[in-house]
Nanobody
């Protein structure tokens, strides 16, 4: 099993930046592919970005060039650096990983982009 804890959300003005963190309870977290997802009110949960164990990163088209996913394996943590935030980025952001065919989610962190 693995526990994931997201943090770093908040209220930010359009054009602003936030860095989200996803801390894992396992010391071998570096072996896992980790994804960030988001869910806006009344909408389905959508994929945002993924980072593999080797550090390869992939992004949903609407966040390319604005968001950067990274990992610090010494801290068992994956980050999502978000810049150029737009009101449509408002959502609860979740991190996710899979271990032995089981999908694990954190509790989410709220990001609100508003003036």
């Amino acid at each position: 099993q693995v526990q994931l804890v997201e943090s770093g959300g908040g209220l930010v003005q359009p054009g602003g930046s936030l860095r989200l963190s996803c801390a894992a309870s396992r010391s071998d977290f570096s072996l896992y592919t980790v994804g960030w997802y988001r869910q806006a009110p009344g909408k389905q949960r959508d994929w945002v970005a993924t980072i593999t164990s080797r550090g390869s990163a992939y992004y949903e088209d609407s966040v390319k060039g604005r968001f950067t996913i990274s990992r610090d394996d010494a801290k068992n943590t994956v980050y999502l650096q978000m810049s150029g935030l737009k009101p449509e980025d408002t959502a609860v952001y979740y991190c996710n990983t899979q271990l032995q065919l089981t999908s694990y989610w954190g509790q989410g962190t709220q990001v609100t982009v508003s003036s």
